[in-house]
Structures are given as structure tokens and as C-alpha cells.
């Protein structure tokens, strides 16, 4: 007789049958769980425990599963079961995490799995056809129907809900994911039905849309979905909040008042003073909204109507530091988009853009535009000695200049270029920004360069220069650095696993904490944010193009490049070198962003070689593993199926190295990768003038009158130019949310259950793993007090610790949770 299992549970539920199986031969007998309530309960936030007595035999093997029978009329979350005194065994841990629906639900009792790791052919024999049947389960039976919030499907679909040509042709959307025009990755599929293309006729290319009231029911699988306990709850309402109630009363908020900017004080007035809300506005808001979710959309005073944001940490320490070209430099090292500086390898720069389509795309920077401030020096001198660097977005914004130009948005490609200084720190040349020729594409652009200036209409043209760069920055950060190379890329991974991979599989226990979410928040994303006519769309310069063009980019994607070292080696930030502790050694030896996120990355590194070893002891455990080999070949074949499996964007997976290399870079990039560039939205762009996200003016022109208006009024100009106030507020409010950590987050180097896994070899590696990145915390704030590092915090005094590994709850600006949440 077992003296004591307990059951956890998240919220009240009904009678629960639970079996133990031990062998084909030997089920243990049904017990219930005692003192069971089953009178109808609302669902709290805390947790319950439960006794359940189970008959035992002593010589039964170690339990490895448990079936489970919810006979209540609602589901309940088991959180883990374990096992007191179980004869010959001790006790005996359940890691279970999942939400149990009643029994009608289901075809097949649901099945719970003993935290033991088995390979597909080291499995128990009596655990191996439950093993199968629930990877089948997962997969689905493929029919062709809606997904309810019971099944737990796991399959893929195209991004094709994305537009609602049923509201209105303008808000139709190409579908990306299945052609070559549109390449993407995979998202999961929910099963709506197809839209229509006329006449009631419905459209099997696009899938129809919920309505916004709906928006937090799109289906994905229930145990990805967000805790009852979890902030990101409040962040998925905070979402439908910002579109359903906060905008309308924004933009009435503009019309009654102004829809510009005058001055900065206006625009510090947002976090210092406040801005006055009319009259009833936040009795109105209330009304629809919880006072606590208004607070951390605007944070309002109930007595005098006035609201104001947070402040950003790039105005806390210096109003006007973000205005220094040191500042606008740095940012390209230890700012939100860290990723995208490069090595400028040829002057002048080249194009890869089609000559035959776009003309000569090469750049008009010559050397008398820079060579005055090359401290005495010639530009092969600079370019030989690897001191010259480009911000580009020039080739891959070019071709969509003349349809977003079109619009309000006014905007041009652009190209930064940037000298290597003694000190270490960069110091902008430069800036061109072009336009399509007016006579058409193939006669090339009209481009335009400008210098460094500090004084008169010259300096405030230079302001407006790094402006539209910034703009063009803010947008490739939002559409590809962050969403694409993130959060799209890393949901393919989530569904193939789930499909493939059994929860006794040590890969998918290696990997399950970096799944946590993704799925949820992407498709809260696809309903709120990157739709036709969403969020994104309203507030960065591409508008109806956004996702478009983040499709166009992924053509450029190449997975085994995500790995950190590849990518700076691809960028010339850095050169490989054998005797350099992480094998490359960086051209700029305060990047921040690389230097931490070297260590961050030889950590996960080590710890994933640690593991995979105890599992994998050669190379043909790996190529004969079945499970292994099927999610690989379905992640490449389907999942980025618009990416053939060649050398060329995969690497094939027959070594036990290759298998570490892909967990590493997998592990990286839906960690410590996105923490980089999704947690320092709110204190580098909360501050809108620092990080643009729309420019609605071209460049005034010398002898017009916009250029007189400079003259007499630079900073109305400037605000004029870039974002304006609705889109701001609106812009503001999404990106705290979004650069918030939950109560109950979970970070790099942690676990939620300590008892993941029975394997005592891989628990030592993990805590060699966790005691690394204490270490690696300790260094940050070390180089980040030493002053010879100017990058590290700039002229702003706006320290690096967007890769620091642990964080408070809240906006802090640090943190890397395990995965791609936010």
C-alpha cells in the first residue's frame, strides 16, 4: 500500500480516475482521489492537493506512466503527481503540466509519462505502444475541421489569416508560407474556415479571422496557452485592450486636442508632467478595461485626469543625450537592434539588388564626404585596417520604396556609414538616403548624403538624417530582427517537437522550456499586432507591406547562421581565431551585445553538450534514433518547407555534434537572442524621437519653404517628420507591455520543477549550467562599472543588461527567460 501520493491541481475540478500502469500485464487497480470536492467552484489561481491511495505490488517494476479519467463536467490542470513510498522505489515523481478535459473529450485516456529519458529503442517495452499512440494523438487525424480548446493538435498551416477580405478587399493580405514569391515559416493550424471570395463562395487560400471580441479564443493547443498565474494573461487582454478600447479613445483623445507635437517638452511631458486625458476619459475606459490593466497602459490619476508613461531609461539620466551621435552610434552596438551593423568590406558600398530591375543600386558616398573625419587618414587606410562599418537598409527596403511612399508614410533606403575610433567607440560618417528614380527603377535612385553637423539648419538636418536611419532601423527591428528571427522561425520548432518527439525523449525534455508560450503569443500576434490593419501596421513605416516584406527577407534566413558566432563572423564583427576562447575574435572589442552574448552562448553551449553526451555515447545513436530523424526531416521538410533541405540553409544531422549544434543555436535563439532585442524596447524606443518608427516628410529641400520652417522652428520640423501623437501613445503602450517580465517568469539556467528529470547526470550539468550564468551575471556588472568601456552605457548612461540573465518582475530592461514569450 502506497502511504501517500499527492495530486496537485490549478483550479477545482470533479471525480478523477487514476490508474498505474507498470506493465502490459500489470494495472494497477482505479483509485480516486480523496476528500474531493465536487460541489461547482469558480477557477481560482492557486493550487490544491489531493490524496490518492494506490494498491501495490512489490514485485511490479518502477511505475512509468499513469492514466488519468476526468468525469467532472469541466477540465482541471494537473501540475504533477507524485508517489510516497512506492515498495522497492521510493518515491516516484510525475512532472505532468497539462490541462485534463472531461472524458468525453477524448478518444483515449489521457496518458502521463514517468520523468525517466528513454530513446525511441531504449524504451520499456510496456510503455512503448503507449509512447506511439500519444505521439499520434498529437498529431491530429488531419481532418479537416476547426480545432476546439480540447484537442491537442499539433499541425501546420500558412500565414493566411492575416487579412479579412470578407470586411473588405483592402484588408487582404498575400498568404505567406507555400510559394516561392512568399516563403514562411510554418505556423499552427487552428482549422477556421476558408474565407469567401464572392458570391458565398468560400476561398480554400485564406482562412477566415475571429472577431475581435474573439481574438483571445484563437485555438492552440491548451497547454500552450498562457497560466491562469502568468502576467502574459494580462499582457494577451492588455493587447485586445489596446486595439478594442484604448485606440478609439486615443484618436479621439487627438482630435480633440492635436495630432502634433509642438515641441520635446510636449513629448517629455508624457512621462514627466503628464498630458491631460479629457473629461470621463478614464471612467469610460474602466468601464471596459480593469483599472489595474489601465494603470499599466497609461498611468492615470483617477483625481486630476492626467496620465503619464514611465519613463525610459534613455531620458533618465540626460533628456538630450539620445541626440549625440555617440548615442546613435552606440545603439548599433547595445541598443534593441544590435544585429545588424556590419563590416564594411568595399568602398563605395555595393548593391545585390537585380541591375537589369533597379539599375545601379551602388552607393553615391565618396570620399571627400568622409575622409574629413578620418582623423588624418585615407579611406583604404581605415578600410584595410577594419575600421569602417555600415548600417544598411538600403538593398532591402529599395524595392518597396515607390508602394510605401505612396502612402503617408514617406520614407528612403538608407546606408550609415561609421568609423572605428581609438577609444573603441563608433562615430557616424556619414548617411545616405535614397529614393527610386523618378523616371523609373531600372535608372537607379536619387541619393543624397549627408555629414555630421552640430550647429545652425545643417545640425538640424543631420537630426532629421539619423531620424529617417532610425525609422528604417525600428522597422527592420519590429519585422524581422525581433518577429521573423524569433518568434516565426522558433513556432515550426515548437509544433514539429511536439509531433515527433515524445515527452520521454531527452531532446524534448532539453528543449520543452524553450516552447513556453511562443505559440500563444504568436497567435495573439496574427489576431491583434501583425494583421491587416493591426498594430504593427498602424505604427511602422511599411504599413500593408509589414508582413510582406518580413516574408521577402526570410528568403535571406539560413538557419545554421543563427548561431552567434556565424552570424558576427557573416557580419565581419568578427574573424575566426583558434586561439581566442570562444573560437572568433571580435573587430570591436566592446560590443556589448557580442561580448555578452558570447559567454551567454558558450554556456548554453556547454550545457548542451553535457547532456546530449550522457544520452548519445556515438554518432549512430544519433542517425538510428527514429524519433530524432522524423522531427529534423519534418521540421526542414514542413515546418520551413519553403526552405529545402539543402547545405545550403540546413545542416543534416548524422553526429552527435550536429545534433549539439542545432540545440545550441535553437536554444539561443528563443532565449537569449530575443531577450535582446524585445527587452530594451521600452527603454531605448519608449522614448519615441530615439527610435522613430514613421517619417510622414521627405527631407526639406534648400529655397522651399519646409526648409525656411527649419530654419526658424528645427524641433516643430522634427516632430512633424516622425511619428505623431496617436501613434506614439499607441506605440508607447504596446512596447511596455510587450518589455515587461511576468510574475511567474522563468529564466535561462531555471526550471519550474526541480524533478524534470529522474537522470541524476544531466540535473548536475544543469546546475553546472545555472552556477555558469551566475558567474557570467557577476561579469556584466563588473565591465558595465568599468569606465574604459564606453559602450556600455554612452553618453545616456543607459548600462547593457539586456543579456544579463535574471531579472525582477516588470519593466527592467534585463532578463532572458527560456523562451520567446513576449
Known sequence: MISLATLFAE????????????????????????DWNTTIASLTTGESSYKVTFKWDEDMEAPGAFLVQNKHHSEFYLKTLTLDDVPGHGKVHFVCNSWVYPTKRYTKDRVFFTNKAYLPD???????????????????????????????????AFYNDLGDPDKDVDDARPVLGGSSEYPYPRRGRTGRLPTK?????????????????????????????????????????GLKSIVQFLVPELKALSDSTFDEFDSFEDVYKIYEGGFKLPQGFVERITKKIHLEMLKILLETDNNTGVARYPKPQIIQKDKYAWKEDAEFAREMLAGVNPVKISLLKEFPPTSKLDVQVYGNQNSSIQRHHIEQNL????????????????????????????????????????????????????????????????EGDNFGPTSNVYTPAQEGVEGSVWLLAKAYVAVNDSGIHQLISHWLNTHAVVEPFVIAANRQLSVLHPIYKLLYPHFRDTMNINAFARQILINGGGILEKTVFPGKYSMELSSVLYKDWVFHEQALPADLVKRGMAVEDSNSHHGIRLLIEDYPYAVDGLEIWSAIKAWVEDYCKFYYTNDDMVQNDVELQSWWKELRDVGHGDKKPTELWWSEMYSCQALIDICTTFIWVASALHAAVNYGQYPYAGFLPNRPTLSRRFMPEPNTPEYDELEQNPDKVFLKTITPQLQTLLGIALIE?????????????????????LDAEPLKAFEKFGNKLKEIEERIKKMNSDKRMKNRDGPANVPYTLLYPTSDEGLTGKGIPNSTAM
Not at 142 to 150: K, Q
Not at 216 to 233: A, C, M, Q, T, W
Not at 431 to 436: A, C, D, G, N, V
Open 11 to 34: 483550479n477545482n475540478g470533479g471525480e478523477k480516475l487514476i490508474e498505474e500502469r507498470s506493465s502490459t500485464e500489470n494495472i494497477g487497480t482505479p483509485a480516486k482521489l480523496e
Open 122 to 156: 531504449e524504451t520499456p517495452e510496456f510503455l512503448r505502444s503507449y509512447r506511439q499512440e500519444e505521439l499520434e494523438i498529437l498529431r491530429g487525424d488531419e481532418t479537416d475541421r476547426m480545432l476546439e480548446e480540447w484537442d491537442r493538435v499539433y499541425d501546420y
Open 197 to 237: 471570395s464572392g458570391n458565398d463562395v468560400l476561398d480554400p487560400n485564406t482562412e477566415s479571422r475571429l472577431p475581435l471580441v474573439m481574438s483571445l479564443n484563437i485555438y492552440v493547443p491548451r497547454d500552450e496557452r498562457f497560466g491562469h498565474l502568468k502576467l502574459s494573461d494580462f499582457l494577451a487582454y
Open 375 to 438: 582623423n588624418g587618414l585615407k579611406v583604404e587606410e581605415v578600410l584595410k585596417a577594419n575600421r569602417l562599418f555600415i548600417l544598411d537598409h538600403h538593398d532591402s527596403l529599395m524595392p518597396y520604396l515607390r508602394r510605401i511612399n505612396e502612402g503617408v508614410n514617406k520614407i528612403y533606403a538608407s546606408r550609415t556609414l561609421l568609423l572605428l575610433q581609438e577609444d573603441g567607440t563608433l562615430m557616424p560618417l556619414a548617411i545616405e538616403l535614397s529614393l527610386p528614380h523618378p
Open 737 to 757: 507591455l510587450l518589455s515587461r517580465h511576468p510574475s511567474d517568469e522563468v529564466y535561462l539556467g531555471q526550471r519550474e520543477c526541480p524533478e524534470w528529470t
